[in-house]
């Protein structure tokens, strides 16, 4: 095709859920005002994506590679590079790193109270990091230590030096109220055994250096968890792949500030932007996200990227800043899911609902005024139920959608230029959460916006898990995902 569309992809992360008797056995999604994701589904092709395979209760980042096309079974060797390489630590070949949790150990027991010591930790994570950064390790002299703050409770821990193996275990007990564990080798080469050692002397330099340090201190006189211990999980070094513009012919970005997938698309190549305010948590400024990736695809405005290298200079490629692929990330679904907070997820599944409508419009706008045509695809990377608290195996709702068919069915172009792209108002967690009787009354309405107005491609007019299982896509792996969209 001489015009190939320009595709914006948004991943809500733990978007599916499962029947919740409070909402009379509706999902989360069933049951949140969506009408711009109701709109895609109308306006495009709907079904339920296994992001791995059937069957599996996968991490977000293998569910990433699989979507972008590269077989974590084959390509896969830990998180923990992911991470580090999101939080700005640069790994070279040979190096090792690790997604850590600040935690908070009984140092008399051994036990792990708490495998996160506060999630709300943003103004104190990079102090605590600057203090381990460059630790020396006793006993292993010439091995260089690098410590970078990513988000919440986590950090980024990473390890230079000769003769390292990723093939070790963590040091996460995986459950609160269990003993802090000691790193094995997971296969019986000499450099995982040494590299085991060398994570066990790491993991106990760590916690001399955080439990004497004035923030704990301070924590422990207020009667606050401490953060005295740093979870070594998801050992990993740097994989090698063909680059994202390489294997799909597309040149990419994302948003991503959830730092283990903004590393997961550096190591694929894939161009990193900065959107100001967004970040991977409740308070993350959605606004900020839209504008910035649909600057990116569009040319409307010069987006903030990584600086080019000269061959991407010298061939930039069609669209405003030369991508065609624009992905963008967003995390607080998740939360809610994780935190339990059953209220709390339908109403940031509105605030989502709202972003896309900004991005519909945006999208909707550069394409009416000759500056490209574009495709919508919304998914997850799993599903997180709420009243489970962690990932499960339930295939997540997908839709495609070119922007034309969906603002057909929102209305027209007299609906989505009312659009507001005003700042999203993000839900207090702190606050009172949603009634769950209060949130099933808006199911009756009235609707505050128009019911999609014409319906293509399959009968699916609602973006949740039950209607999507009715689309013309059927069930389908993650690695399908992208040959459906090149195709689209």
Not at 167 to 194: H, I, Y
Request: charged share 20%; proline share 8%.
């Amino acid at each position: 095709m001489s015009n190939p569309a320009r595709v914006l992809y948004l991943l809500v992360d733990g978007i599916g859920d499962v029947s919740i008797p409070a909402f009379g056995d509706r999902t989360p999604l069933e049951v949140a005002h969506t009408p711009h994701l109701d709109a895609l589904a109308a306006g495009g092709l709907n079904g339920l994506l296994d992001p791995v395979e059937p069957g599996l209760a996968c991490g977000s980042d293998t569910a990433h590679m699989s979507i972008f096309g590269y077989d974590p079974r084959i390509h896969y060797r830990g998180r923990g590079a992911f991470e580090s390489m999101g939080a700005g630590i640069a790994m070279a070949p040979g190096d090792i790193a690790f997604k850590c949790n600040f935690a908070t150990l009984d140092t008399a027991s051994g036990i792990v109270t708490s495998r996160r010591a506060d999630r709300h930790f943003e103004h104190l994570g990079p102090t605590l990091c600057a203090a381990l950064d460059g630790l020396a390790v006793p006993g292993y002299p010439g091995y260089r230590v690098t410590v970078r703050y990513a988000t919440e409770h986590r950090c980024g821990v990473a390890v230079s030096g000769p003769g390292l193996s990723d093939a070790v275990g963590d040091t996460d007990p995986l459950k609160d109220n269990l003993p802090l564990r000691k790193s094995e080798p997971t296969d019986d080469s000499p450099e995982a055994a040494f590299t085991a050692g060398l994570v066990n002397a790491l993991s106990d330099a760590i916690c001399g250096v955080l439990e004497t340090h004035p923030i704990n201190d301070q924590r422990r006189a207020s009667g606050e968890a401490v953060a005295n211990v740093v979870l070594l999980r998801g050992c990993g070094s740097r994989i090698r792949v063909p680059c994202f513009r390489d294997k799909h012919h597309m040149r990419g970005c994302l948003v991503a500030p959830t730092k283990i997938i903004a590393g997961l698309g550096l190591s694929f190549d894939i161009d990193s932007l900065e959107a100001p305010g967004a970040t991977g948590s409740y308070n993350s400024n959605l606004s900020s996200k839209a504008t910035t990736i649909c600057a990116a695809l569009t040319g409307a405005e010069e987006p903030q990227p990584p600086v080019l290298t000269a061959e991407q200079c010298a061939n930039p490629g069609p669209g405003g800043g030369g991508y065609q692929f624009g992905f963008v990330h967003v995390k607080a679904v998740d939360d809610t899911g994780h935190d339990r907070m059953v209220g709390f997820k339908v109403r940031f599944l509105e605030a989502v609902d709202k972003m896309v409508g900004q991005m519909l419009r945006r999208l909707w706008e550069a394409e009416a005024a000759g500056r490209g045509r574009y495709v919508v695809v919304v998914s997850g990377d799993h599903s997180t139920p709420v009243l489970f608290g962690d990932h499960s195996n339930e295939p997540v709702p997908f839709v495609i959608c070119n922007v034309r068919h969906a603002v057909e069915a929102l209305g027209g172009p007299a609906h989505i230029t009312k659009v507001p792209l005003a700042p999203i108002h993000m839900p207090d967690v702190k606050g009172t959460p949603p009634k769950p009787e209060d949130l099933c009354k808006q199911l009756f309405g009235p609707w505050r916006d128009p019911w999609p107005t014409c319906v293509r491609g399959d009968p699916v007019r609602c973006y949740d898990e039950v209607s999507a299982a009715r689309g013309g896509l059927g069930r389908f792996p993650g690695s399908q995902v992208l040959m459906l969209v090149k195709q689209f």
